[in-house]
């Protein structure tokens, strides 16, 4: 008989669209890294995206509208962790943001580095457009079991 695979476990965070909110995504987001056994660099590149995707949400989604709720999602699976940070805003085109944010070119420019970061950051970044908003999906990979790594 096959064995079921376990249900992943989810932490949900709902937060007004302000940018003093995002110490507190931050908090939960070390929470969540601690509680994996993602070393130092991982929880901290994972940290930042987080706080990155949750800024973009605010500014870019929602600008700044204290009202409309950005939604933060860990779902955690055996072999990674996939966050979601989700906002009602209509979306983007990547190619608008800077030109190409796959290249360490436009890392001082003032609007699109932080996917650049993400993206160095995380396994995998992808997002995802639909008419109820934008979500910015996050995949880390987890350490082996058992040991921090």
């Known amino acids: 008989m096959k064995e079921k695979p376990a249900t992943p476990q989810v932490v949900t965070v709902r937060m ?10 931050d908090h939960v987001t070390q929470s969540v890294c601690e509680r994996l056994h993602f070393d130092a660099q991982s929880s901290m590149q994972i940290s930042m995206s987080v706080i990155e995707a949750g800024t973009n949400a605010i500014q870019h989604g929602h600008l700044r ?42 890392i001082l420019d003032p609007r699109g580095r932080g996917i650049f970061i993400m993206r160095e950051c995380m396994d995998s970044v992808r997002f ?11 995949t880390k990979r987890r350490p082996p079991q058992g040991r921090a790594g």
């Open 128 to 138: 995802e457009f639909s008419p109820s908003g934008t979500s910015c999906l996050l």
């Open 65 to 106: 509208d204290a009202s409309k709720p950005v939604d933060t999602t860990f779902t955690v699976f055996p072999d990674r962790l996939e966050i979601s940070v989700h906002d009602l805003g209509r979306g983007f085109k990547l190619e608008d943001v800077n030109g190409n944010v796959t290249s360490p070119d436009h």
């Open 16 to 25: 007004p669209s302000r940018l003093d909110m995002l110490g507190e995504l």
